[in-house]
């Protein structure tokens, strides 16, 4: 089994800023890229920012320059700094891990965790 949890949304102002976290925990056996996605009401899932388990960064245009994406490969943990947020970021962040387990050494899946609740008030 493994599991994503994430933590760190809530509400902030426009301008504000927030840091998402994402701990992978679990029969893990190795972590290869992580990433953020967000899905605002309405709308399709869509990707935030990812990053390799060599540290090769990739963001969505509409963040670039306000987040950036790191990880810390000894915990399993994918961090997400969000600065000069503004309404349109509004969303539940998701974080995304292809993770090869224990008993699958050889295979990655996808994990996702169960979301946290951003939201930007104007």
């Known amino acids: 089994q493994v599991h994503l949890v994430e933590s760190g949304g809530g509400l902030v102002q426009a301008g504000g800023s927030l840091r998402l976290s994402c701990v992978a925990s679990?029969?893990?056996?190795?972590?290869?890229?992580m990433g953020w996605y967000r899905q605002a009401p309405g709308k399709q899932r869509e990707m935030v920012a990812a990053v390799t388990s060599g540290g090769s960064t990739n963001y969505a245009d509409s963040v670039k320059g306000r987040f950036t994406i790191s990880r810390d490969n000894a915990k399993n943990t994918v961090y997400l700094q969000m600065n000069s947020l503004n309404p349109e970021d509004t969303a539940v962040y998701y974080c995304?891990?292809?993770?090869?387990?224990?008993?699958?050494?050889?295979?990655?899946?996808?994990?996702w965790g169960q979301g946290t609740q951003v939201t930007v008030s104007s």
């Open positions: 995304n891990a292809k993770i090869a387990t224990m008993s699958r050494k050889f295979s990655t899946f996808p994990y």
């Open positions: 679990g029969s893990i056996f190795s972590v290869n890229d």
